[in-house]
């Protein structure tokens, strides 16, 4: 094997962008909802977004699409539930817990809406696709 750069397959250059997106919008999505000034910023949801689209694309195989369409549904669901947490925030000891867990949630959920709506079009494309005959 090469040890030219050029030579290197160009999808190993995508896998690794893929992962680095997929790790930097789950350390956005932890580090911004746990911090209160950041948790509706506009700015933060844009760049979770545009991580996600890139995550969809980049990140999922053939075989890996029908988990990561359920995992994601249900980071969605609990995200888009909200207040799932904020009976923690009533123990004095732990106050403001409930709150910040929920924004990082919210926030996950955010950032894999767009990777779940690419991968759900690609299912429903290959589904509608001719095929042989029962």
Do not use: Q, Y
Request: proline share 4%; aromatic share 6%.
């Amino acid at each position: 094997m090469s040890t030219d750069p050029e030579a290197r397959p160009k999808w190993r250059m995508t896998a690794v962008l893929g992962a680095v997106a997929f790790f930097a919008g789950m350390a956005i999505a932890i580090i911004c909802g746990a911090v209160p000034d950041w948790r509706d910023s506009g700015a933060v949801v844009l760049i979770l977004v545009i991580l996600g689209v890139v995550v969809g694309v980049l990140n999922i195989t053939g075989k890996e699409v029908i988990p990561f369409l359920i995992a994601a549904t249900a980071l969605v669901v609990v995200g888009i539930a909200g207040g799932s947490f904020t009976a923690l925030d009533h123990i004095k000891a732990i106050d403001g817990l409930g709150r910040a867990l929920d924004a990082i949630v919210n926030l996950i959920a955010v950032f894999m809406v767009p990777a779940a709506v690419i991968n759900a079009v690609r299912v429903v494309v290959e589904l509608a696709r001719p095929g042989e005959a029962g």
